[in-house]
């Protein structure tokens, strides 16, 4: 959390940048056709650290084009989708659940995981098997 929105720190390769973001609630029998309703979705990383994988969902602070804008109050569980470029573009899905992130004591370079796991921003990188250059 970070002036009351939830910042998000995507595990990346050096040959990857976030290129966009959105998120969505899962609506049983209802949303955009697919059990999904999208609140937020956006584009165009502002700086070079949204496009090294570290942003605020769910505002209009971290890209420079907001798709969707949000027009409900955040929920407490949601998902983050990040659009990401690299060898070849593509999308990685995460889980926010508010009441567990409230909950935690973060340092600034910490990020709580989706199974209430904290990490380091390099920690976070580690994860990714990325190819050797």
Do not use: H
């Not at 056709?33 to 609140?39: A, E, H, I, S, V």
């Amino acid at each position: 959390m970070e002036e009351g929105s939830v910042t998000v720190a995507v595990p990346l390769c050096p040959s990857e940048a976030v290129f966009g973001a959105e998120s969505y609630i899962s609506v049983e029998g209802e949303g955009d056709g697919d059990g999904f309703t999208r609140l937020w979705r956006a584009t165009d990383p502002r700086s070079p650290e949204v496009a090294a994988g570290v942003f605020s969902v769910n505002t209009g602070r971290s890209f420079g084009t907001i798709e969707k804008p949000m027009a409900v109050a955040q929920p407490q569980k949601f998902y983050v989708a990040v659009r990401q470029s690299g060898d070849a573009d593509y999308s990685r899905t995460d889980y926010v659940d508010m009441a567990r992130l409230k909950s935690a004591e973060l340092a600034d370079d910490e990020f709580l995981t989706y199974e209430g796991k904290v990490m380091t921003r390099e920690k976070i990188n580690a994860q990714r098997t990325c190819p050797k250059t």
